[in-house]
């Protein structure tokens, strides 16, 4: 069962929203981003294919097990697409209170009705399938949950990699990748504090919670909102952004062992897009000459948005960082940040695709690129900078074993550990009555040049 489209404003019959939500699962499995494929659905459908699709791929590995004992020969693609969306949302709901239900008639009638549009004859087959999962439902849940990809809807690669990594924490870590986010935002600090921005969300019936050091910009809704809905948002007072990806700004600026960046100091924010953390930076200290850098020049595009909606500016450069000839004037940096391209092994959870995106050789070709952007960046730093290394992973191979192996390499650098900011971050809860983390999972290193 699943969240009611309704309830993200949407009025479309269930079934065009099954149709839809099963081409996007069908184009993840085929190795399409999710991203890339909502923004191919009708506006009027997307908010809520979106949420039926977001809640199908967290289920993705029980329904394909469910789906394999009910019918073990695959059906073609389209049709098969299909059944696990509506395996996933007839999958009993660990925690109902979260979500507002379907009836499951009602999903079993309109998944039916789907495939007569998308494949006439398929149409008894599913109406068969469905009704046999109704039926034995608990046997069948059971069953499924004797694989790793049943249980813990990701990749048995993935799994392993994880108790590997984190023997005490790794189920934690899969069960938060599980659940839904909370929606972060981050109040620009030279306007507004996060307090007196959550009184104005009170005023208009949005309770929220700040969330304090380390974070102190961070402002945790109840409930997701649109951004339309939030006081000052087009006028740049609050951006979104989790509280995990909000500790990088700080960092460079000056969070760590030493003093404050000097006015008017040169940044370099080397993997910029979408621009979160480049407008983050601006925001602490809006004197920077910050050069915005990223080998994408379309996703620069969206760098520029950001920029513009908070009345900030930043030169910004297409370039793959690695080459630094090609772009790099000649003058050191006195920071650099280094976002660096990653598993997103950390924010799984705001982006269910990427599990079952990725394959297991991907996180070694990753970690080299990750060491190539920071051998080539290293000698961009003037003598007494820093420069952060991050990644939204929560792979050591992206993480501390990286971070380890280039320490190796540049004996010069030194390595500042600052307590909540540095280190492994895990997507996970502060009790047990916090279902969800408010932290996505990052690593953060900070280094600096003698």
Request: charged share 20%; glycine share 6%.
């Amino acid at each position: 069962m699943s969240q009611s489209p309704q309830t993200a404003g949407q009025s479309a019959p269930l079934h065009r929203l099954l149709s839809q939500a099963a081409d996007a699962v069908q184009g993840v499995r085929e190795g399409k981003s999710l991203t890339d494929l909502l923004a191919r659905v009708p506006a009027d459908l997307r908010p809520g294919t979106q949420a039926l699709a977001f809640a199908a791929l967290r289920r993705l590995g029980s329904a394909e097990a469910a789906r394999q004992q009910l019918a073990p020969k695959a059906p073609p693609p389209r049709v098969d697409a299909l059944l696990l969306v509506a395996l996933a949302l007839l999958w009993p709901d660990p925690e109902p209170a979260n979500t507002a239900m379907y009836a499951d008639h009602t999903l079993v009638d309109q998944a039916v009705h789907a495939a007569k549009q998308r494949a006439p004859a398929s149409a008894a087959f599913v109406n068969a399938v469905l009704r046999r999962f109704l039926r034995e439902r608990d046997a069948i849940v059971v069953a499924a949950q004797r694989s790793p990809l049943g249980a813990f809807n990701h990749p048995a690669w993935w799994v392993e990699k994880l108790k590997a990594d984190w023997p005490g924490q790794w189920q934690a870590i899969l069960a938060a990748n599980n659940r839904p986010p909370p929606m972060t935002l981050r109040v620009h600090a030279q306007r507004d504090t996060a307090a007196e921005y959550v009184e104005r969300l009170a005023g208009l019936g949005m309770p929220a919670r700040a969330l304090g050091a380390p974070t102190p910009q961070a402002v945790v809704l109840d409930k997701p909102a649109p951004v339309s809905a939030l006081p000052g948002f087009a006028e740049g007072l609050v951006s979104v952004q989790d509280a995990a990806a909000q500790l990088a700004a700080p960092l460079v600026v000056g969070a760590g062992p030493d003093r404050k960046l000097r006015p008017g100091a040169r940044v370099l924010d080397a993997c910029a897009a979408p621009g979160g953390k480049t407008a983050h930076l601006l925001e602490l200290q809006p004197d920077l000459q910050l050069t915005a850098l990223d080998a994408d020049a379309q996703r620069l595009t969206r760098v520029q948005d950001n920029l513009k909606r908070l009345q900030q500016s930043a030169t910004l450069k297409a370039a793959d960082a690695r080459q630094t000839a090609t772009w790099w004037d000649g003058q050191p940096f006195d920071a650099i940040l280094l976002d660096a391209p990653c598993s997103a092994s950390g924010i799984v959870r705001r982006h269910p695709d990427v599990r079952w995106l990725r394959r297991p050789d991907d996180i070694a070709s990753l970690a080299r690129i990750q060491a190539e952007l920071l051998d080539a960046l290293w000698p961009l730093l003037a003598p007494g900078g820093r420069l952060v290394y991050a990644t939204c992973s929560v792979f050591r191979a992206e993480g501390q074993a990286q971070l380890d192996a280039f320490l190796q390499r540049q004996p010069d650098a030194k390595s500042h550990a600052v307590p909540g900011f540095t280190g492994h971050l895990l997507p996970l809860a502060d009790n047990a009555a916090q279902p969800q983390p408010p932290l996505d999972g990052f690593f953060y290193a900070l280094l600096t040049k003698p």
